[in-house]
């Protein structure tokens, strides 16, 4: 409680450096959460696209319905696989028209062979995993040719990867920022109560006794800070929703995570900027 009375009273002592401090940590939080913003739309995208991703084995001509049926239900038992289609000449042709509307006179009844279309579990789609599927596939003797998008699978791996790696390490770095300006704030506080600190331990104040209520001010700050910029995303959002593009929010569990990682990040720049700064005085 003492502690809180402490953090209470240097607000109230220094309220243009508090509302500086969690303007301050709500940009830098702000700009963090753009990126997570960007983040997750780039990840949603990426899954829709990848759950384009099948095989697709073409038929030969009279192939009986029967070794169709009993391919099916083989193929369907393979551990990588969700769901296995049939799709008929008529049913091809239909497609191919409604996908391509302007070149629909191009299709002709018998142009497009039968097919099965094999669709693969949620996080069994990488080139390798397809790739195996495609080969057992080629096994049977009615498959007269296989189709997966080799090269196309391969990139959206390949851009999935590096849009993880770099939203890691991006992600990282506007997190050390917060952490460096959290922390020039809470050296600001201290610096202004040098005398102050000074005092208290000569009275045999611990560092704990001293440091708690600076890590309390670090805390609400974050919190602050942390809901400001969430608002301040929102209202992002919201615009490029209206003039640009229809964009993902975070859901409640990321919101909820992220004004927590605030308060996290408001702590541990208070920390370090006050372990540091006591030393000196």
């Not at 049977?140 to 590096?162: A, H, M, P």
């Not at 209206?242 to 569990?253: A, G, H, K, M, N």
């Not at 919101?255 to 927590?260: A, E, T, V, W, Y």
């Amino acid at each position: 409680m003492l502690a809180i009375r402490e953090t209470l009273t240097a607000s109230r002592r220094a309220p243009l450096l508090s509302a500086l401090g969690v303007v301050t940590i709500a940009f830098s939080l702000f700009a963090f959460g753009l990126f997570g913003l960007v983040a997750i739309n780039i990840r949603t995208a990426l899954e829709q696209v990848e759950q384009r991703v099948e095989v697709r084995g073409f038929l030969a001509d009279g192939t009986a319905i029967e070794s169709v049926s009993a391919a099916m239900k083989d193929i369907g038992e393979f551990p990588e696989v969700a769901r296995v289609d049939y799709v008929s000449e008529e049913q091809a042709l239909a497609r191919a028209r409604k996908e391509m509307g302007e070149f629909a006179d191009v299709f002709e009844a018998g142009v497009l062979p039968a097919s099965i279309e094999v669709h693969l579990r949620v996080g069994l789609r990488s080139p390798r995993v397809v790739k195996s599927v495609a080969d057992r596939i080629r096994t049977y003797q009615f498959i007269d040719d296989v189709r997966y998008g080799e090269e196309w699978v391969e990139k959206l791996y390949r851009l999935r990867n590096i849009a993880t790696i770099a939203g890691t390490g991006l992600g990282l770095a506007f997190a050390t920022v917060a952490v460096i300006i959290i922390g020039a704030t809470i050296r600001m506080a201290v610096l202004a109560r040098a005398k102050e600190i000074s005092i208290m331990r000569l009275v045999g104040a611990t560092d704990m006794f001293v440091r708690l209520p600076f890590l309390i001010d670090g805390l609400v700050k974050g919190l602050l800070g942390g809901l400001l910029a969430l608002l301040f995303t929102w209202f992002a959002n919201r615009t490029i929703n209206r003039y640009f593009l229809e964009t993902v929010f975070f859901d409640p569990q990321l919101m909820f995570l992220g004004i927590l990682a605030g308060a996290l990040i408001g702590v541990l720049g208070s920390f370090v900027s006050v372990g540091r700064h006591l030393r000196s005085i």
